[in-house]
């Protein structure tokens, strides 16, 4: 089990950005694929970016290609989702997560260690 903490959420118009950082606290941070999922109310939790290990890898869900950007820094034990041009549809709990699995994957059946979520809304 690896502890990791999301931080970076809150309330910004629509076109506007926000990047959500995902901290761990454990060593072994550089040994895990790296995953960003969300979930709005009544909604099941959805894929949104994958970054490999070394990160020379990412793979995105189709509503957000273009406009977000995952990315990592092993060094200090972080990753980071950089959102651009924010949709109200976006408006969820943001996740990360960590996998020792690279398909890429996207269920979060193969995610074994998760953020408490930040909350991300956005207004029309």
């Known amino acids: 089990q690896v502890q990791l903490v999301e931080t970076g959420g809150g309330l910004v118009q629509a076109g506007g950005s926000l990047r959500l950082s995902c901290a761990a606290a454990?060593?072994?941070?550089?040994?895990?694929?790296m995953g960003w999922f969300r979930q709005a109310p009544g909604k099941e939790r959805e894929f949104v970016a994958a970054?490999?290990?070394?990160?020379?890898?990412?793979y995105y869900s189709d509503p957000v290609k273009g406009r977000f950007t995952i990315s990592r820094d092993n060094a200090k034990n972080t990753a980071y989702l950089q959102m651009n041009n924010l949709k109200p549809e976006d408006t969820a709990v943001y996740y990360c997560a960590l996998t020792r699995i690279w398909l890429p994957t996207t269920s979060t059946r193969e995610y074994v260690d998760w953020g408490q979520g930040t909350q991300v809304t956005v207004s029309s």
């Open positions: 970054i490999r290990r070394g990160g020379g890898g990412t």
């Open positions: 454990d060593r072994t941070f550089s040994n895990y694929a």
